[in-house]
């Protein structure tokens, strides 16, 4: 699992828009499923290991 601010592979960010023109490689290119949304609610332990629940 993946969490990003962008699916451009440079790191800039996405002005919002989807442009069918824009046929670049995008970090979704290396997926089989994407999804869109905001993380409301991040849980998990403090511990400082890698897991937690969205």
Do not use: C, H, N, Q
């Not at 290119?29 to 937690?52: I, P, Q, T």
Request: overall charge negative; proline content about 6%.
């Amino acid at each position: 699992m993946v969490i990003a601010t962008t699916l451009r592979e440079d790191g800039y960010p996405d002005d919002g828009e989807y442009s069918p023109v824009d046929s670049g490689p995008t970090r979704a290119d290396s997926f089989e499923y994407v999804m869109y949304g905001k993380v409301y609610k991040l849980e998990g332990d403090d511990s400082g290991a890698d897991s937690g629940r969205l």
